[in-house]
């Protein structure tokens, strides 16, 4: 059966280039060189459409019936794309591919928003009645489409609002853990600290021995080996709060 209303979509993908060798380098790219919408705020990556409608009417008819209307809609997504991604390493490089696949989806929702209302578009016009004009009919045609515009708007506003929930809801696990191993941290190195007074105020105790005391022989072993186990936990505490916190910065 003909159908006189036909939806035509032209989607494209454009890339930008980012740099950097681990996570924070490329954060810190993305944050200085990515693009800005029309608020000026940085965007990872971007959705744009527009569309425009084709009509013709049936001629020697003393009303205006559609012949045939085509919704003629492009897309253009912009995306990320790592300038030598495949020179990062294996952290570095899972960290990317995640935040790429991110935005990918996000953007992806903002597609499918855009197909969701073109198609509904596309229903109403072919529920649209007969105009006694072709001007009556082409103010039809600009109030429905003005009014699925601003219907598109309101899903594309609602769907930041739940996409900002969602990522706030991943990041919080991840600030948790942060946290806690900040928390643990600050009490070893506040402990190394302790210890290196103790380490310091034994050799100034020796100096003024004329032969070895066991006792602060012991003493000094004991704080030493106490201090090399804290630098060593102080050290993983250090390693897992960096990874943490770039994976934090890269949750999208």
Not at 60 to 78: D, K
Request: charged share 35%; proline share 2%; aromatic share 6%.
């Amino acid at each position: 059966m003909f159908d006189p209303v036909v939806l035509k979509v032209e989607r494209s993908t454009k890339y930008y280039d980012v740099r950097g060798a681990n996570s924070s380098e490329i954060f810190d790219y993305l944050a200085a060189h990515n693009e800005t919408d029309a608020r000026g705020r940085r965007m990872a990556g971007s959705t744009a459409s527009s569309a425009r409608l084709e009509w013709s009417a049936l001629p020697g008819t003393a009303s205006c019936y559609l012949q045939r209307l085509t919704i003629l809609l492009n897309l253009v997504v912009t995306l990320p794309r790592h300038e030598y991604a495949d020179g990062l390493q294996d952290e570095a490089r899972a960290n990317w591919d995640r935040l790429v696949k991110r935005i990918a989806e996000h953007e992806q929702r903002h597609v499918d928003i855009e197909l969701e209302f073109a198609r509904k578009l596309q229903t109403q016009i072919r529920a649209l009645p007969t105009a006694a004009s072709c001007s009556e009919l082409r103010m039809a045609l600009d109030a429905a489409s003005t009014t699925i515009r601003a219907e598109a708007g309101r899903a594309h506003r609602q769907f930041h609002i739940e996409d900002v929930a969602r990522r706030e809801a991943e990041r919080r696990p991840i600030r948790a853990l942060i946290e806690a191993d900040g928390a643990k941290l600050a009490i070893v190195d506040s402990e190394i600290w302790g210890l290196e007074r103790i380490l310091a105020d034994i050799a100034r105790r020796r100096a003024g021995l004329v032969t070895a005391d066991e006792a602060l022989n012991r003493e000094e072993s004991d704080a030493a080996a106490r201090k090399v186990k804290l630098q060593e936990e102080s050290k993983e505490l250090r390693g897992r709060m960096d990874s943490n916190i770039e994976k934090y910065k890269l949750t999208w």
